[in-house]
Nanobody, 117 residues
């Protein structure tokens, strides 16, 4: 079954760190552009970070310098290292896989990140 499974969310104090993981059960994982998105209550889903099949990356301005996206193609996994977390980072974080040149897009079920003292 083709799917994405996120893990690593939880409750953390402001200034703390978390690392999210997204394991993909797809073939040719290295060809996919992988993204992390988040959705806070009452808000639209927004892009957090992208890592392309070329390993180039792109970040939302709100997380630049604090978050780092990476991938391990041998493990079919993409990561999001989140440092210096702020209460406004609280959201459900979703992993996305897109196959370039096609309309194929796959979403994970999401993992909750709560930043609170």
């Amino acid at each position: 079954q083709v799917q994405l499974v996120e893990s690593g969310g939880g409750l953390v104090q402001p200034g703390g760190s978390l690392r999210l993981s997204c394991a993909a059960s797809v073939t040719m994982f290295s060809l996919y552009n992988m993204g992390w998105y988040r959705q806070a209550p009452g808000k639209q889903r927004e892009l957090v970070a992208l890592i392309f099949s070329t390993t180039a990356t792109n970040y939302a301005d709100s997380v630049k310098g604090r978050f780092t996206v990476s991938r391990d193609n041998a493990k079919n996994t993409v990561y999001l290292q989140m440092n210096s977390l702020k209460p406004e980072d609280t959201a459900v974080y979703y992993c996305n896989a897109k196959l370039p040149g096609t309309s194929y897009s796959l979403w994970g079920q999401g993992t909750q990140v709560t930043v609170s003292s």
